[in-house]
């Protein structure tokens, strides 16, 4: 059987996600690193991923795009512990979760926050502060809704590892470093305890993006 071949940055959350199931399963797999700040889409991607986004992926002739097919085929093609619930009220929890990170946390959290507070400065320029400020009451909301969701459970999904905590955990590899986490997460211990636990795996240390 074909080694996997992931197409994306380091540095991209999704791209990373999709490296944590690759990890948590065991599987084997190449990176093809496929760099866009500051040059754009490389149009040899845009044959793999038509949107320009990241990532793409690739294994005996199948190729997919889009993070929940690549990390769900994964799980499901692969041997190893299974990163979706079998009980289906929590596996709609996932799902849920998942849609939750897309649709909210993702855009405010990275999309707004982390690239102005992180990357802009690091390329050379200012953040927008304004920018920052209006996405500040939308990253709290999207942590208060993530911490009333993991109650007292160890994850997101229950007291197992899911997919949906490999979508929030690059997230937060970014949040906790801007400065404006640390009171955003005052008063959430269930995230602030998950997070501990998160940060420790060998899989995060070994899909560390390095930046700069």
């Known amino acids: 059987m074909a080694k996997p071949i992931l197409y994306g940055p380091g540095y991209s959350t999704y791209t990373r996600t999709a490296r944590l199931a690759m990890e948590e399963k065991g599987v084997d797999y190449d990176l093809a690193e496929v760099d866009f700040i500051g040059g754009g889409m490389p149009e040899e991607h845009l044959a793999r991923q038509p949107f320009g986004k990241v990532p793409a992926f690739e294994h005996d002739g199948l190729m997919l795009y889009e993070t929940p097919a690549i990390i769900q085929y994964v799980d499901e093609a692969f041997d190893g512990p299974s990163l ?53 009451p939308e990253v709290d909301r999207s942590m208060r809704e993530l911490e009333r969701m993991l109650g007292d459970q160890e994850y997101l999904t229950g007291n197992s590892l899911s997919l949906a905590d490999l979508y929030l955990a690059p997230i937060f590899g ?39």
């Open 84 to 136: 979706q619930p079998s009980d289906p009220a929590r596996r709609a929890r996932m799902t849920q979760v998942i849609s939750i990170i897309n649709s909210y946390t993702y855009p405010r959290t990275v999309g707004d926050l982390v690239i102005q507070r992180l990357v802009v400065p690091m390329l050379g320029g200012s953040a927008d502060e304004a920018v920052i400020e209006a996405a500040l």
């Open 174 to 212: 970014y949040f906790v470093n801007t400065p404006e986490s640390k009171n955003i997460l005052e008063g959430k211990p269930g995230l602030n305890a998950w997070w501990q636990r998160i940060d420790a795996w060998d899989s995060m240390a070994k899909t560390q993006p390095q930046l700069g």
